[in-house]
């Protein structure tokens, strides 16, 4: 063959490969082939075009996917348009799609009679549907027991399969204290259930407080859990929301930055960033390690500057919801505080922050907070200045004004305008071109 003899820096070589297609061999390619695809969905990118040409066969147990390309990028409904116009002249996966007694001949036949692929057959029909929002994702592969079993006969693979243990055992494990369930989470630290009802129990402790003796501990489980769980909705939301309870205590603050948590806390929001309870949580969770931050401290500086932008991104996404925007902007304050912000946040920020007074002028609390963010920043920036009075959307010291009338009456909104406005008057030209 040809191909065998290409040997250049700059060309892909070729090998020829025997392998023996049986059962093994099948189960451990199909593990693989989720486990590739599990991957790059948790990316964010499709592959789109996948066919036997773009697996590339390394080994006789492993193979690599290969060309992701434009299709990678295109949209769905434009790549529907052209698997439409493809399926109209392919009538054999049209007679596979519509008719699977022809599907179960022809594996039979290659299996040689081995029955063991049958558990398979259900699955291939369902990702083999015309419509793509009626196929599985590759994280409901995941679930299914032989999909299961092939990622096991994979070996390696980037997936964790959900272990559990029976109802009786966790019932038995869970009876105790505090120090029980913080043992017993500790000892099944990757069983994602045991995670999620060990939170519940000490969410119960936190509230009666006799887990106070134990929050450095807590907050260490707590944040660990969330760390090896990050795809469980459920419990980040009840894990931020038990860390909220939790950080009232300096300690517990403190003990967050101890096990390295903010990284990976900043990532679940960046992950999550549509969910208005873990971003509700995660603002407030921000703000407070914010406000009991070390500025002296590089390593710690360094931490919370990185938080700017995954607060920034909450407040854009949620300026309609003014709970959470309440809550972003009171981090934003404090990050301010803290001098988190560079020289080029200066400007974008202001405008977002006027923006949630803008949508949310009735709520006192999002007005005060807003206001204290705003005054920072110009206290700290000519720029911020600039951005509150040229502000596309309207000038800012109108807006000001108007918020002024509307909580003239709450002492704490009033003192924020005001502290506003007296930053702005440092800056004389700036603040004479605003009257």
């Known amino acids: 063959m ?28 199909l593990g693989q082939m989720v486990d590739a695809l599990f991957y790059i ?29 434009t299709e990678t990028l295109m949209k769905d409904e434009l790549k529907w348009k052209i698997r439409v116009e493809e399926e109209e002249i392919n009538s054999l996966l049209q007679d596979i799609r519509g008719d699977s007694s022809c599907l179960v001949g022809v594996l039979t036949l290659m299996q040689d009679g081995e029955r063991s692929y049958f558990p398979f057959f259900p699955i291939l029909l369902m990702m083999l549907q015309i419509e793509p929002s009626m196929r599985p994702t590759a994280r409901d592969l995941v679930t299914l027991p032989f999909i299961g079993k092939c990622l096991t006969v994979a070996g390696d693979t980037s997936i964790k399969l959900k272990m559990s243990l029976s109802p009786t055992i966790r019932d038995l494990l869970f009876q105790g204290g505090v120090e029980s369930v913080l043992e017993f989470m500790q000892a099944f630290w990757d069983i994602e259930e045991i995670q ?31 760390k090896t769980h990050t795809d469980s909705l459920d419990l980040q939301v009840e894990g931020c929301t038990l860390l909220l309870e939790i950080l009232s205590q300096e300690v517990a603050a403190e003990n967050l930055r101890k096990v390295g948590i903010i990284p990976d806390f900043l990532s679940i929001l960046r992950r999550f960033l549509h969910n208005d309870k873990i971003c509700l949580s995660g603002c407030a969770i921000l703000w407070s390690l914010a406000v009991s931050g070390n500025s002296e401290d590089n390593a710690d500086q360094a931490v919370l500057d990185s938080a700017v932008p995954v607060t920034c991104a909450v407040l854009q996404n949620h300026l309609q919801n003014g709970v959470v925007a309440e809550s972003a902007c009171s981090a934003l304050w404090a990050l301010a ?48 200045a600039l951005a509150i009075l040229l502000d596309s959307k309207g000038s800012g010291v109108e807006l000001m004004k108007h918020e002024y009338h509307l909580h003239c009456e709450e002492p704490g909104v009033a003192e924020a305008l005001c502290l506003l406005m007296n930053e702005m008057v440092q800056y004389g030209e700036i603040a004479a071109a605003g009257t």
């Open 2 to 29: 040809d191909l065998l003899k290409l040997h250049h820096s700059n060309i892909c070589t070729y090998k020829e490969l025997f392998v023996t297609w049986n059962n093994e061999v099948v189960q451990r390619f």
């Open 41 to 69: 969905h948790k990316q964010n990118i499709w592959h789109r075009n996948l066919k036997p040409s773009n697996i590339l066969v390394t080994g006789e147990a492993s193979f690599m996917l290969s060309d992701f390309s």
């Open 196 to 226: 999620a009802e060990g939170i519940q129990h000490l969410a119960s402790f936190v509230k009666d407080r006799s887990a106070f003796p134990y929050l450095l501990t807590c907050t260490e489980v707590i944040t660990l859990a969330m």
């Open 337 to 384: 505080l803290q001098g988190c912000l560079t020289d080029s946040d200066y400007e974008p920020t202001a405008a977002l922050l006027l923006d949630a007074l803008r949508m949310n002028p009735e709520r006192a609390v999002l007005v005060k907070n807003g206001c204290l963010a705003l005054a920072s920043l110009v206290r700290l920036s000519e720029t911020a």
